[in-house]
């Protein structure tokens, strides 16, 4: 059974442009969150989806947005990159049996 | 949901028992004790999940006293590929039909030397 896959797995921008990441779940699961991780404040919630409503959100500042299609693959979206917003973006879908199953993660460096 | 605390870090060498101890005074009746691994760039890996009492599974066991205020991880014979860090969290059981935010400390950073 494939896991959590996410794209792409490394990305540099520039201050002020916007990115999009992509997560495939586990097939069925229908529940997908999104986790930044850095050095500094380690693995914060960003926001979690469910059947392709944002059900939980975050401390995170509006730029950070995401969206979950019908058949469960997510995106998130953050826009006006800032240097601080260099980080490992993971995202993790949920198991019955399992708890979470986490992706590899996008590294984002933005420049 | 319940805050954690663990220690920063551990070293250890191949071949010994690693116990990693969590507190979390606050626990409510309905939260699980879940521990995950995490390798360098890599996203957290469920290691073992438990209520109560103890639980065992092929990668470790996971010991909650009565009070369960506090729970021990512990991993038997670490090898060097054990090296990674180790995160306690608490909550719902949450598989996959409620909320969804797994609240992460800091985790503890474990070495495994030769």
């Known amino acids: 059974k494939a896991g959590v896959t996410q794209t792409p797995r490394y990305l540099i921008k520039t201050r002020g442009q916007q990115v999009t990441l992509s997560c495939s779940p586990i097939?069925?699961?229908?529940?997908v969150s999104w986790y930044q991780q850095t050095p500094g404040q380690g693995l914060q919630f960003l926001f979690e989806?469910?059947?392709?409503?944002?059900?939980n959100k975050g401390n995170f500042p509006g730029r950070f947005s995401g969206r979950q299609f019908s058949n469960s693959r997510s995106e998130m979206n953050v826009s006006t990159l800032e240097l601080g917003d260099s980080a490992l973006y993971l995202c993790?879908?949920?198991?019955?049996?399992?708890?979470?199953?986490f992706g590899s993660g996008t590294r984002l460096t933005v420049v | 949901l319940a805050k954690t605390t663990q220690p920063i870090s551990m070293d250890s060498y191949e071949g010994q028992e690693v116990n990693i101890t969590c507190s979390h005074n606050?626990?409510?009746?309905?939260?699980?004790i879940t521990w995950y691994q995490q390798f360098p760039s890599q996203g957290p890996r469920f290691i073992i999940q438990?209520?109560?009492t103890k639980v065992t599974n092929e990668v470790a066991s996971l010991f909650i006293p009565a009070d369960r205020k506090s729970s021990t991880l512990s991993l038997p014979r670490v090898s060097l590929s054990d090296t990674a860090v180790y995160y306690c969290?608490?909550?719902?059981?949450?598989?996959?039909?409620?909320?969804?935010?797994?609240?992460f400390g800091k985790g503890t950073k474990l070495s495994v030397k030769p």
């Open positions: 993790a879908s949920s198991s019955t049996r399992y708890g979470y199953t």
């Open positions: 097939s069925g699961h229908r529940s």
């Open positions: 989806y469910f059947s392709e409503t944002q059900r």
């Open positions: 606050n626990i409510a009746t309905n939260d699980y």
């Open positions: 438990g209520y109560k």
């Open positions: 969290l608490v909550g719902d059981r949450n598989y996959g039909g409620s909320q969804g935010n797994l609240i």
